[in-house]
Structures are given as structure tokens and as C-alpha cells.
């Protein structure tokens, strides 16, 4: 069972009341009635007596599972179909197709009997999903309807906040009572305030967590069942600038961390994550002034995103956008990390070093890897002078060799000159007869991609 609200200041919907006409005189729904979008019961056919009504004789869970799929108005209509579907939509909501169109006041009371606790929170059937989307214009006290839809035990929750104005102080969200919360499984929350900690006590079964413009007050994400973890632009000043991460179990993590010269939440995982298999960090400088020396703080911080990358050393495979050569080289050794299992590496606007070094070093430590993109990179080339590293002491030169590489791909702005003589030097260590090369570009961008050539068996 699924049950989604979406208010908006529309037109006003009235809904229409439950039908007490006799069985023999049950509707059924005409296929093409949610396309209309007309008055009230317009699109229902009336089943004469006798002719057999198979849609209302599915048992209620296969019912609920239909209304699931309708918006909510739609939903709400097939209450005047019989007595036989009079209650059957507020146990199934509606989720999916077409959104509820309500005017605020009708759609509040729409919200408060869909969730009236018309039996005793522990009696009541538990619902599969949750999802509530608010917008500024909702100024009703929202937090009854999660606290009555938390009761119904759901598994998964999505609550979503838009400002229609501008960028507004995220308002606060309780997800109480807890016990009512310990089915969750997924928890997908935007731009609110969460006043809960996330931590194995309040959520021993969540797996999925998404947190997307949120302000995040607690230091700490415990959670040992764990699986998936999304982050995205926490807000500054109500987000904590360290987070500390403990989740054994994480196979999926995305981060995307907005910093300034003063400003930044940074990830800190006290141990590896072993079971880790996809990651993706992105860095975003949102600093309005470009400065081409970083400043102590941005240097802690890049510092902290290279021991985060020393700490999802099993990933299979890897997306990094925003690296600075600093966040990308491990502080003490200046080598990339070690990563045995990865076989897929993006790094989009990633910088790879003076003489490509920090490149090379990547490919030393990635043995297993077998494609390699490369989006906007910063090529540097033969520049002597460093900024925010130490300068390498080699006896040989590496070089971009890996004998695993089976792809590369790389962008860049047309024309652009270091990124073509970047290109020129990957090509003089390769061995041409090993490796075909194909060109696509446009007035903007241009793709370079070098394949392996499969050898013949003998």
C-alpha cells in the first residue's frame, strides 16, 4: 500500500459522495476516464443488472494496488463508484500518474481524513510508502500528517520541501513517534530540517538514505544496515562542517560537498568500508571569487577529502569530480591510494598534476582498472612551479602504462592547448598497433577515445 500527497494552488476539486445505490447497480472505471480531467464522475460507465462486474470482485489488496498507480484525485472519485469502493482509496492513497489538485483549505481536509487514525496506531494496516511534497504555500502545520502516516509504519518515506521564492530557511521535520519508525527502509527527505540523529537506535532497519539540501544539526550517521547513502549540498550553517560516517554494510555512496575559503562539510569515516562497490564524491567550489592559491582551510579540507579516499579503497568503481591534485594525492606518501578491485574511473574537472603526475600515479595504483574517463581535466603540463603539494622526488619518471586499460576517453574544450598536448604525450607511450583511435567533436567540445585492440589467439 502506497500513499503519496502533492498539495498546489489549483482550481478546487470537490470530491464526490460515496454512492449508497445497491450492488447491482456497481460502476466499474472506463479506461480512458483519467485522461479527461473533467467534472466529477464523467468518465464512469454504469453496469446494468446482470452483467458481471469483475473489476469490483478482485479481492480489496489487488484494489488497493490499482488505486496506488492513480493520482489522488482519481482515487478519491472511485469512492462514489458503490459501497463496495466507498473506503477502498483511503487504504490504497494514490501515488502515482496525476498529482491531487486541491485549493489549500480542500486539500487539508483531504490530507486529515487520508490519515485520520480511524483505528488504534498499533491496529492500523501498514503502508508500503510515504511521500509528502510541500512548497511554501502549504502553511499548515504538515507535521500531523507525517506523525499520523509514521503511525501506519510505512517502509518507505520521501518528504520533499520546495521554496517557491528564492532559497527560505528549511523548516523543521520530526519523525515521531520512533518506535513508529523503526520499519523505515528508505528515507528520502529535501530541504528540511530532520531534528532525529540518524543512528541504529532510531533506525534500525534503514538501508536507503538521501538527504538533499538539508540542514543536519547531529555530528553523527550511525547506521549498520546501511546500504546506500546520497548527500547532496548540505546547508552551510545548519550543517555540521564534520560528519562523521560509521556504516559497515555501505555498497553505494554519493556525496556532493559545496565548499568556500571558509566553509565545507567534510566526510570522516573512522574505518574502511570493505563492502563498498560504487562511490561518487563531487567538490563544488561555490566561492564567488576565483583565487588561485588555496587557503589554509580549503587545504584542511582537501586533506580530509584525500583520507576519505583512503578509506573506499574497495570500490569498483569511481566517479570524482572537483579534485584538486591535493585532495587526490595521499598527504604523507603523495601517491594516489591503493585501489585493488577498480575497474571504472571517472574524473571530471579533476586536476592531474603538474607533468600529469598525479594521473600516473592513478594508474600505478589501480591495477585492476579497465576504463578510464577523463571530462574536463585540468592538463598542466611541464610547469615547474606547484601549488598545494610537495614536489615529487622520482628516480624514473612514471609513466601511463597499465596493462589492464582496455579504454580511454577524453574531453575537452575545442582547441583547447594543454589538453592536445596532453594528448599528444598519452600517445607516445602507447603502442599504436595495440590501441585504435576514434575523434567526435562539435564547436564546443571534443571527444578523443583510444580502444584496445583485442589480440588473435595463436
Same mark, same amino acid.
Given at each position: ?60 489488496? /489487488? ?25 477502498? $482509496? ?22 486529515? #481524513? ?36 509514521? $503511525? ?16 527560505? $530557511?528549511?523548516?523543521?521535520?520530526? *519523525? ?15 530541504? *528540511? ?26 555530528? !553523527? ?7 546506500? *547513502? ?20 555501505? !555498497? ?26 560504487? &562511490? ?40 570524482? %569530480? ?20 577498480? !575497474?571504472? /574511473?571517472?574524473? #571530471? ?5 603538474? #607533468? ?15 576504463? /578510464?574517463?577523463?571530462? #574536463? ?23 601511463? &602504462? ?32 595495440? $590501441?585504435?583511435?576514434?575523434? %567526435? ?9 583510444? *580502444? ?7
Amino acid at each position: 500500500m502506497e500513499l503519496g500527497i502533492r498539495p498546489t494552488q489549483a482550481a478546487t476539486v470537490k470530491a464526490e459522495e460515496a454512492s449508497d445505490a445497491p450492488p447491482c447497480k456497481r460502476a466499474r472505471l472506463d479506461a480512458d476516464a483519467g485522461g479527461g480531467g473533467g467534472g466529477g464522475g464523467g468518465g464512469a460507465e454504469v453496469v446494468k443488472e446482470g452483467e458481471e462486474d469483475r473489476l469490483s470482485d478482485l479481492p480489496d489488496c /489487488l484494489l488497493e494496488d490499482i488505486l496506488g498507480h492513480l493520482g489522488s484525485r482519481q482515487a478519491v472519485q472511485t469512492s462514489a463508484l458503490s459501497r463496495r469502493w466507498r473506503h477502498v $482509496w483511503r487504504r490504497g492513497g494514490g501515488s502515482g500518474g496525476g498529482a491531487g489538485v486541491f485549493d489549500a483549505e480542500v486539500f487539508e481536509d483531504f490530507a486529515d #481524513n487520508i490519515l485520520s487514525p480511524g483505528l488504534l496506531p498499533s491496529a492500523a494496516p501498514e503502508l508500503d510508502a510515504f511521500r509528502m511534497s510541500l512548497d511554501e504555500a502549504v502553511c499548515t502545520n504538515f507535521q500531523r500528517w507525517i506523525r499520523r502516516a509514521l $503511525w501506519r509504519r510505512p517502509a518507505s518515506v520521501d518528504i520533499r520541501y520546495s521554496p517557491n521564492f528564492g532559497m527560505s $530557511w528549511p523548516p523543521t521535520v520530526t *519523525l515521531a513517534p520512533p518506535a513508529a519508525a523503526a520499519r523505515i527502509r528508505a528515507l528520502r527527505i529535501y530541504g *528540511l530540517r530532520p531534528t532525529v540523529v540518524f543512528g541504529a537506535d532510531e533506525f534500525p532497519s534503514l538501508e536507503d538514505l538521501h538527504i538533499e539540501r538539508c540542514g543536519y544539526a547531529h555530528r !553523527t550517521i550511525n547506521l549498520p544496515a546501511l546500504k546506500r *547513502l546520497t548527500i547532496v549540498s548540505p546547508l552551510n550553517g545548519s550543517f555540521c562542517t564534520e560528519q562523521d560516517l560509521t556504516a559497515p554494510g555501505l !555498497t553505494s555512496m554519493r556525496l556532493v560537498l559545496p565548499y568556500t575559503r571558509d566553509h565545507g562539510v567534510k566526510v570522516l569515516i573512522d574505518a574502511p568500508l570493505a563492502s563498498l562497490v560504487d &562511490a561518487s564524491i563531487s567538490l563544488v567550489d561555490t566561492a564567488t571569487v576565483d583565487h588561485r592559491r588555496p587557503n589554509l582551510f580549503q587545504i584542511q579540507y582537501f586533506t580530509a577529502m584525500s583520507d576519505l579516499l583512503g578509506r573506499i579503497t574497495s570500490v569498483r568503481n569511481l566517479e570524482l %569530480t572537483g579534485f584538486t591534485a591535493t585532495a587526490l594525492l595521499d598527504n604523507k606518501s603523495q601517491e594516489f591510494p591503493l585501489f585493488p578491485y577498480l !575497474t571504472t /574511473l571517472l574524473l #571530471n574537472e579533476c586536476d592531474i598534476g603538474t #607533468n600529469y603526475h598525479v594521473l600516473k600515479s592513478i594508474l600505478q595504483n589501480a591495477p585492476s582498472l579497465e576504463q /578510464l574517463k577523463l571530462h #574536463n581535466c585540468k592538463f598542466v603540463g611541464k610547469r615547474k612551479r606547484m601549488i598545494g603539494i610537495t614536489k615529487l622526488k622520482e628516480k624514473a619518471p612514471p609513466s601511463f &602504462a597499465c596493462s589492464s586499460l582496455k579504454s580511454v576517453e577524453i574531453k575537452h574544450p575545442r582547441n583547447e592547448i594543454r589538453s592536445c598536448c596532453f594528448i599528444v604525450e598519452f600517445e607516445k607511450e602507447m603502442l599504436l598497433n595495440q $590501441w585504435r583511435k576514434r575523434s %567526435t567533436c562539435n564547436d564546443e567540445i571534443s571527444q578523443i577515445e583510444f *580502444l584496445r585492440r583485442e589480440l588473435r589467439k595463436a
